[in-house]
Nanobody, 122 residues
Framework: QVQLVESGGGLVQAGGSLRLSCAGS????????MGWFRQAPGKEREFVAG????????YYADSVKGRFTISRDNARNTVYLQMNSLKPEDTAVYYC???????????????WGQGTQVTVSS
């Protein structure tokens, strides 16, 4: 099974940018549909962005569309989430996930890594 480690979170002011990384080990991430999810305090985990294993399709939650971009670097076995124009409501722990397909990603089942904290101040 693939192991995933998220990094790149931090504290940023509203309007700023961050790039999150999801490094894979054990298996090549190019075989998987990849997704980013987030969970804010007291809220359910929610889908943020997904990319098909073929890189043909990308999907975004309406709340981040036009601001976030998911991409992958197969040579580094890493998936990224570029986050621009950040808002305080983007504050959450961000997690990545790898599944055989985008439809399986939508089930939001684990396993989950430790995530990376993103805090956006107003």
């Amino acid at each position: 099974q693939v192991q995933l480690v998220e990094s790149g979170g931090g504290l940023v002011q509203a309007g700023g940018s961050l790039r999150l990384s999801c490094a894979g080990s054990g298996r090549t991430l190019s075989m998987y549909a990849m997704g980013w999810f987030r969970q804010a305090p007291g809220k359910e985990r929610e889908f943020v962005a997904g990319i098909s294993w073929s890189d043909i399709s990308t999907y975004y939650a309406d709340s981040v569309k036009g601001r976030f971009t998911i991409s992958r670097d197969n040579a580094r076995n890493t998936v990224y989430l570029q986050m621009n124009s950040l808002k305080p409501e983007d504050t959450a722990v961000y997690y990545c996930n790898a599944k055989p397909s985008l439809s399986t990603l939508a089930t939001m089942t684990g396993p989950w890594g430790q995530g990376t904290q993103v805090t956006v101040s107003s």
